[in-house]
C-alpha cells in the first residue's frame, strides 16, 4: 500500500491573498493539483489532503481526486500528519508532502518510496547557496544524518549550513502513526515540528536518511507571489525543451505558454503570446499563430490557427481558423473549413468544407456541408428566456446581414437573400428573401447633399 499525505492546512500568509496557497497557479493548475496529479502518474494508492484554512476552495476544486482530512487548529506540521486517520492502521508506505512544493516530478516520488527499503524515513534534501529559511540538515562528522534544526532555532553555526529541508519525506506507515505521537512543541513557534521526528526515528534505532535531489529547484517551497512565479518559469521551461526536443517549433519559447498536461504531435509551429491550457490535444502539421488561447481542446491536422480563443471545442484537419475567432463550448469544425475574421460560434457544429469567413454569430446550430454563412449572419438563438436550435443543410448558400430566427431550418441547397431576417423554415431549393422593397427618388440625393453643405 503506497499513500501520500499533503500538507495543505496552512495560511500562506506571505501570498497576501484571500486565497488559499495552494490553490494559486503555477502555470495553467493549482499547485496541490500538481502534487496529486504527478502522485497519480506513480500510483499512489491513496491521497489524503490536510485542510483548514480555506478548505472549500481546495474541496471544491479537487473534488473527488483525493481524500481530506480537517485540521483544527493550525498548531504546526507534526500536528498536521495526524488528522489523516485514514491511514492510521495501514500497513505500507507513506509520502508527506508540502502543499506548496508544485514542482515535485513523479520520478522524485518515486525515488523516495524505493529509498524507504533501507530505512523507515527519507528526508529530501536540497543543497543551497542562499538556505534562506529552510530548516538544516545536521548531519555528524562521519556524514551521518542526525536532525533538522528550523531556521528560527538555529545557532549561529547551524544557520551556515547548505543543505536544507525540502519539506518531502517518505515514511514506514506504521512507525509514522506510532511516533507521531512523541512529538513535542517545545520550540520557538510552539508548533509540532514533523521534521523533529528525524531524532524520535534515531532514537528508536530507527535509519534516518536524507537524500539530496539533483536539481534543487524542482523541490522549491512556494511562500510569495515572485516564487510562484519562479517556479512557473522552471515548469514552463521544462515543458518547453521537452516539446522542442519532441518535434514542436516554438518560436519564442518564453513567450509561449503550454500546461502540463496538453498533448502536442510532431511538425507543429507555434508562435508566441500563446496559451494552450488544460487537457488539449494538438495533432500535426498545424500552424498556432500569436495570440491564441487554447482551453481543452481538440486539434487534428494541418490547421492553420490565428488569433482564436478555443474552449472545450473539437477541430478537424485543414481548417483555416481566424484572424480573431472565438470558438467555446462544444463547437465541432469539420475539415476544410475556413472560419474568422471576427467570427464567434457556441455549441454549434460546423462543416466540413463550409465558408463563415466575417462577422458572424452561431449559437446552439447545426450547419452542413459545403455552406456558405455570409458577412454578418446571425443566429438569434435566445428570446430572452430560452435557446433555440438552428439548423442549415448542406450546400445552403446564406447571403450577408441575415438574422435566422431560431428554431429555424434552412433546407439543403436553399438560398437565403442578403439582408433578410428568416422567420420560417427554408425548403429544399428555395430562395427566401424578406427585405423592404428599395424605391428610388431621382434628384433627392443632390438635395439631400446640399442641405449638409448649408448646415456647415
Ligand atoms: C517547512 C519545514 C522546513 C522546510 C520547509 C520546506 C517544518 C516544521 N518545517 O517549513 O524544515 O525547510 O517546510 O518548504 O515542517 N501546514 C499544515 N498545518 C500546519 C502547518 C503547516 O497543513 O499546522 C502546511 C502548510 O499549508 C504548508 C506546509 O504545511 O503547505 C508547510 O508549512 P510552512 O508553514 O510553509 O512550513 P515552513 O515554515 O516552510
Ligand atoms: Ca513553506
Redesign the pocket.
Known amino acids: 500500500m503506497r499513500s501520500a499525505i499533503i500538507?495543505?492546512?496552512?495560511k500562506?500568509t506571505r501570498m497576501k491573498s484571500s486565497l488559499v496557497?495552494?490553490m494559486h497557479k503555477v502555470l495553467d493548475k493549482p499547485m496541490v493539483e500538481h502534487i496529486v496529479d504527478n502522485l497519480k502518474q506513480i500510483n499512489v494508492d491513496k491521497i489524503v489532503t490536510?485542510i483548514?484554512y480555506g478548505s472549500e476552495a481546495i474541496t471544491a476544486y479537487l473534488k473527488d481526486k483525493s481524500e481530506y482530512a480537517i485540521?483544527e487548529e493550525?498548531?504546526?506540521?507534526g500536528?498536521?500528519v495526524s488528522y489523516a486517520t485514514q491511514l492510521e492502521d495501514l500497513d505500507g508506505q507513506t509520502l508527506v508532502i508540502?502543499?506548496?512544493?508544485p514542482l515535485i516530478q513523479p520520478k522524485t516520488f518515486q525515488m523516495m518510496f524505493e529509498q524507504l527499503q533501507d530505512a523507515k524515513m527519507v528526508v529530501l534534501s536540497a543543497v543551497l547557496d542562499d538556505p534562506k529559511a529552510?530548516?538544516r540538515i545536521v548531519r555528524d562528522q562521519s556524514g551521518n544524518f542526525v536532525k533538522?534544526v528550523?531556521a528560527k532555532d538555529c545557532d549561529d553555526q547551524q544557520r551556515m549550513i547548505k543543505e536544507?529541508?525540502?519539506?518531502i519525506y517518505a515514511f514506514d506507515n506504521r512507525s509514522l502513526f506510532e511516533y507521531i505521537k512523541e512529538l513535542r512543541n517545545d520550540n520557538t513557534q510552539r508548533e509540532y515540528?514533523?521534521?523533529d521526528l528525524v531524532k524520535i526515528f534515531s532514537e528508536h534505532d530507527h535509519q534516518v536518511k536524507a537524500v539530496v535531489i539533483k536539481d534543487p529547484d524542482e523541490a522549491m517551497?512556494i511562500?510569495d507571489r515572485l516564487e510562484l512565479y519562479q517556479a512557473s518559469k522552471w515548469l514552463q521551461r521544462k515543458i518547453n525543451q521537452y516539446w522542442m526536443r519532441n518535434g514542436v517549433t516554438l518560436i519564442e519559447p518564453e513567450m509561449t505558454f503550454i500546461g502540463p498536461d496538453v498533448r502536442i504531435g510532431e511538425d507543429n509551429i507555434i508562435y508566441p503570446n500563446t496559451f494552450i491550457e488544460g487537457k488539449t490535444v494538438i495533432g500535426s502539421g498545424n500552424t498556432i499563430r500569436t495570440g491564441c488561447y487554447l482551453l481543452n481542446a481538440e486539434i487534428g491536422n494541418d490547421n492553420d490557427i490565428d488569433n482564436a480563443r478555443i474552449t472545450d471545442s473539437k477541430i478537424g484537419d485543414k481548417v483555416k481558423l481566424g484572424p480573431w475567432i472565438h470558438l467555446r463550448m462544444n463547437c465541432i469544425i469539420h475539415d476544410g473549413n475556413r472560419l474568422g475574421n471576427f467570427v464567434e460560434f457556441k455549441n454549434t457544429e460546423f462543416g466540413g468544407y463550409s465558408n463563415c469567413a466575417h462577422l458572424t454569430y452561431c449559437g446552439d446550430a447545426t450547419i452542413g456541408k459545403h455552406v456558405n454563412m455570409g458577412c454578418g449572419t446571425v443566429t438569434v438563438n435566445y428570446d430572452g428566456v430560452n435557446k433555440w436550435h438552428t439548423t442549415i443543410e448542406d450546400d445552403v448558400f446564406i447571403g450577408c446581414n441575415v438574422n435566422l430566427i431560431a428554431p429555424v431550418t434552412v433546407k439543403a441547397k436553399a438560398v437565403v437573400a442578403a439582408g433578410t431576417t428568416v422567420t420560417n423554415d427554408v425548403g429544399v431549393g428555395e430562395m427566401a428573401i424578406g427585405r423592404v422593397r428599395q424605391e428610388n427618388k431621382p434628384g433627392y440625393g443632390i438635395k439631400y447633399m446640399d442641405k449638409e453643405k448649408i448646415k456647415k
Open positions: 500538507l495543505a492546512a496552512g500562506g496557497k495552494p490536510i483548514g485540521q493550525l498548531n504546526g506540521t500536528k498536521a508540502n502543499g506548496d512544493c529552510y530548516g533538522i528550523e536544507i529541508n525540502t519539506g515540528y514533523i521534521t517551497g511562500n
